[in-house]
């Protein structure tokens, strides 16, 4: 989430108990590494949109040519209206829109004539109008010709059986098959809208389900076992050639959610499912009437000891599909801006204490040796930098922010922390080349004079110095590897439309092997990147 350098002064009363003497450590070890950050949706393939099969494998071949040791990318939750990986309907299912669309064709579950309307969709950014009116209707057809044929297990290369997955898995598989399900007998409407027999989970389970919701139900579970022993499989390939995954979590969830809907108690609800407070930032210099995000509140306070427990869920079901996780919106663990829900926008809102030290302390005990990243972009509180601090958890530099400001920002290279991830931008910036050719004419002369550059290629000028950097991570967005202008940013916050379209091409791949990854690799040794990690 884009918070800005919105701060309009600390929470004034204490927060939950603080232990000052037992206080986790969550540094990583001292090696140095470096990354690229691309999402799935914008890998190359046959079928209008990325996927965690066949589309990956010639960017394996791209990060392991180049010296890049992680792939960073956007959560992969399943995606609603605006397409935000950010706005998802569940925090454990997979997004069916990247199952390769291979498996079920080469099983015979699909015929060549089903796909081939994808395979006319363009390959340089997504349609997702187009692949919502194709790909869910694809994957159903899919499941019940599987269901059909006597479900035979063996029709895929697949280590977990669709009995074993749906097992294990049923604590969260079973409400989100069903949300599912009456989300779309319902036309799409969010399930506070819903009648109110179906307004709740626990409502909702005992309802006696007609054949068109089991059916549903049952295309759901398919779709994600498809996904999961895929990813699975993905997984894999990446240990095999020493790459390993980089994911995000976002510390809200949607409203219109499995996981709102299940466990309402957790939030700041009222009875009829409506929210009470909604998360968001405050009015600062970037916007007056500052940013409204709209997701419900947890109630760190009344539900405590649920709320951590629905945590442990989340994060370990991320662990177990990535090898670090950036904590988004850290701040919002120690203070965050709580605003009324029938609000306008966010100038109503208040500073409210998060969790602070006490969960972190929860989340060590229960994941002792994982990897996390705080993403502590904008304006931190007081509370909130201590907080990181204490923690020695790795932060986040973006080097785009350096540039038109004093030499003491702390995010040029010369002044940036060992233990943070440095960015020349993330998702929510513009491409390197964009912000340049956008850029005023202060920061423009300062990139020149910084670099010794006459500024044609300022994309390479800051990659050479992010990962020369002291920076324990470097991460580069391949849009910068490509030299790409502003028309392929991934995302413009504030922006309602038109955001997460961007793809590569399978030429822009190549090229990108042939040509940049020699010499990103030499950069990269050059900058003590190489070793084992």
């Not at 701060?7 to 000052?20: H, I, N, Q, T, V």
């Not at 604590?171 to 949300?179: A, G, V």
């Not at 500052?290 to 662990?319: C, H, M």
């Not at 030299?483 to 590569?504: D, F, Q």
């Amino acid at each position: 989430m884009n918070e800005g350098k919105s701060f309009r002064g600390p929470a004034k009363s204490s927060g939950l108990p603080e232990d000052p003497v037992n206080i986790p450590d969550f540094s990583w070890s001292k090696g140095r590494s470096a990354g690229v950050f691309l999402h799935i949706s914008s890998l190359p393939s046959e079928w209008g949109i990325g996927n965690v099969g066949g589309a990956a494998e010639a960017f394996f071949d791209f990060l392991e040519t180049a010296g890049m040791r992680w792939w960073q990318m956007c959560p992969l939750g399943p995606t609603g209206y605006g397409d935000s990986p950010y706005q998802s309907f569940s925090a454990f299912a997979g997004n069916p829109y990247f199952i390769d669309l291979e498996d079920l064709t080469r099983s015979g579950l699909l015929k060549a004539a089903d796909v081939e309307p994808l395979r006319r969709l363009p390959r340089d950014f997504c349609d997702y109008g187009a692949v919502y009116a194709a790909i869910p209707a694809l994957l159903r057809k899919a499941a019940f010709a599987w269901r059909t044929a006597g479900s035979p297990e063996g029709i895929f290369d697949y280590r977990q059986s669709f009995k074993s997955f749906s097992g294990k898995n049923a604590s969260w598989l079973e409400p989100y098959s069903l949300f599912s399900a009456y989300k779309r007998k319902f036309g799409g409407k969010p399930w506070y809208e819903w009648p109110q027999d179906c307004r709740f989970f626990k409502n909702a389970a005992k309802i006696k389900r007609d054949s068109e919701t089991v059916d549903e139900i049952f295309a759901v579970k398919f779709c994600q076992w498809i996904f999961f022993c895929q990813f699975e499989k993905f997984r894999e390939k990446a240990e095999s050639r020493g790459i390993k995954i980089f994911g995000d979590l976002p510390i809200f969830v949607a409203h219109d959610s499995a996981d709102v809907w299940e466990n309402p108690e957790i939030f700041e609800l009222n009875k009829d499912g409506s929210a009470r407070n909604v998360a968001g930032v405050g009015p600062d210099y970037f916007s007056a009437e500052g940013q409204l995000w709209g997701n419900p509140l947890y109630d760190w306070r009344g539900a405590k000891t649920q709320v951590y427990e629905f945590w442990r869920r989340r994060i370990s079901a991320a662990l177990s599909m990535y090898d670090a996780v950036r904590l988004d919106h850290f701040r919002g663990f120690a203070d965050y801006w709580s605003i009324p829900a029938k609000s306008n926008d966010a100038r109503k809102g208040s500073w409210k204490l998060g969790p602070g030290m006490d969960f972190f302390r929860f989340l060590k005990r229960n994941f002792p040796k994982n990897r996390f990243v705080a993403e502590d972009l904008g304006m931190l509180s007081k509370r909130a930098r201590e907080l990181r601090d204490k923690l020695n958890m790795p932060s986040m530099a973006v080097m785009q922010f350096a540039f038109g400001d004093a030499p003491s920002n702390p995010y040029f290279p010369h002044n940036v922390r060992r233990n943070c991830v440095y960015y020349t931008g993330t998702h929510d910036n513009d491409t390197a080349c964009g912000w340049y050719a956008s850029a005023g004419e202060d920061a423009k002369d300062q990139l020149r004079r910084y670099f010794r550059s006459p500024g044609d290629s300022p994309n390479w000028d800051m990659i050479h110095a992010l990962l020369l950097s002291a920076a324990q991570m470097a991460v580069i967005p391949m849009q910068d590897i490509l030299g790409l202008p502003s028309e392929c940013r991934m995302n413009t916050p504030g922006k309602a439309g038109g955001n997460w379209r961007w793809r590569m091409t399978c030429e822009q791949l190549e090229a990108a092997k042939n040509l940049n990854a020699p010499y990103l690799k030499s950069l990269a040794h050059l900058g003590g990147r190489l070793a084992d990690y």
